[in-house]
């Protein structure tokens, strides 16, 4: 069996230091907002390369609070995507203000230029770019048209950590950049986390408070936010395994690699291919017009795979009513049609991804067999 995440094969060096850090925590006494969460913080900005981070209880409310303390909220728009995790377009409207839905690039699943600017009114006031998938497309491209629309640009890295753009990460770019550290994410914690990255120290600062309750000092509420801190226990084991997550990154890279290398069945597709170092392989994606069928072909096979998003954000129910590109949004339906995200994991061998391969190679489509 190839499962699509396997935790249990990480390397033994790192169980202990994550049962050293467990254990630090629980022996220092200090649960909440403590010296582990400072610590991850710093080393987190600093690999983003950022001047500072905000750790936050998940990547929805980096997203929600980051809106907030950026002053975005009632009647104000914010282009995004369909095809993203749901969290993306809940934080949107927890923060009070109205997501407006673009069409994507049929090569990367990313958002698509001229699709989003056909989405512009005189209400948009940002666009949350999301690094789908763990790439980061040409960012001046974005950078120049947010200033010149006059928008804020506001990044989900929720599944890009580590990947650049002409040596910067997310949260260089525009306002700042919502990060989760959900346990499947590329950097996860043993359950939820997430931090806000940014270069504007006032919005830092204001995240600061807006994520403890408005807290400026202690009893005091300048304004009222919410309860999402990060926990000393998760800062710990983040703060230990971002150690690693340049190795992890780099064998999610040998992966996609030899897929890329591997795959040759004419009825599979490949995503575009980007310079290495603006893709860290959250996921490793194909499509496929009879995908349904490829997926159960592979199951048989007893390789795990997943989808992507199976439904686009303006097919669910809370949000069927957004407004969006005049054009539609074909692209986006027809990703999510087609979309199956292959095993891509830290932990795979060289021998798993050729059995993957392999699979993906003798799946014969119906048109061939009638
Ligand atoms: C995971 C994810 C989120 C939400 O992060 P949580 O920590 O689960 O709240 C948001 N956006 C994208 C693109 C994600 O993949």
């Excluded at 929600?64 to 993306?88: K, N, S, W, Y």
């Excluded at 800062?235 to 690699?257: C, Q, Y």
Aim: glycine share 8%.
């Amino acid at each position: 069996m190839i499962n699509f995440h396997d935790f249990t094969r990480a390397p033994r060096q790192l169980r202990e230091q994550e049962a050293e850090a467990v254990l630090r925590v629980l022996n220092s006494g200090d649960y909440v907002l403590g010296p582990e969460v400072a610590r991850f913080e710093n080393a987190w900005a600093s690999y983003c390369g950022a001047v500072g981070c905000v750790g936050v209880g998940n990547g929805m409310d980096a997203l929600e609070i980051g809106l907030r303390v950026l002053g975005i909220g009632a009647g104000q728009e914010v282009i995004t995507t369909p095809m993203t995790a749901f969290a993306t377009v809940l934080a949107i409207l927890r923060a009070g203000a109205v997501p407006v839905l673009a069409d994507i690039e049929a090569d990367t699943a990313v958002l698509d230029l001229a699709s989003v600017e056909r989405c512009i009114t005189p209400r948009t006031r940002a666009l949350m770019l999301v690094h789908l998938y763990g790439q980061i497309t040409d960012m001046g491209r974005w950078i120049a048209f947010c200033a010149e629309h006059e928008l804020s640009l506001v990044e989900d890295a929720a599944q890009a950590h580590g990947a650049k753009w002409q040596g910067r990460a997310a949260g260089t770019f525009g306002s700042f950049a919502g990060y989760s550290f959900y346990p499947t994410k590329n950097l996860g914690a043993l359950g939820d986390g997430g931090a806000i990255v940014s270069n504007d120290g006032g919005l830092l600062e204001r995240a600061r408070v807006f994520r403890n309750y408005g807290q400026a000092k202690r009893y005091e509420h300048p304004v009222a936010g919410m309860n999402s801190r990060l926990d000393e226990l998760h800062a710990a084991l983040l703060h230990t395994r971002l150690g690693w997550l340049d190795r992890f990154t780099e064998e999610r890279r040998r992966v996609a690699a030899g897929y890329r290398e591997l795959l040759r069945n004419p009825a599979v597709r490949l995503m575009a291919e980007p310079e290495a170092e603006r893709h860290v392989y959250h996921l490793f994606v194909v499509t496929c017009d009879e995908r349904d069928r490829l997926m159960r072909h592979l199951s048989d096979r007893g390789i795990m795979s997943l989808i992507h998003y199976p439904v686009p954000v303006h097919h669910q129910p809370p949000t069927a009513h957004l407004a969006r590109d005049p054009q539609g949004l074909t692209a986006a339906e027809s990703h999510a049609r087609c979309c199956l995200s292959l095993p891509c994991h830290p932990f795979l061998s060289d021998d798993d991804v050729a059995r993957v391969a392999d699979a993906v190679n003798s799946f014969a489509t119906s048109s061939v067999l009638t």
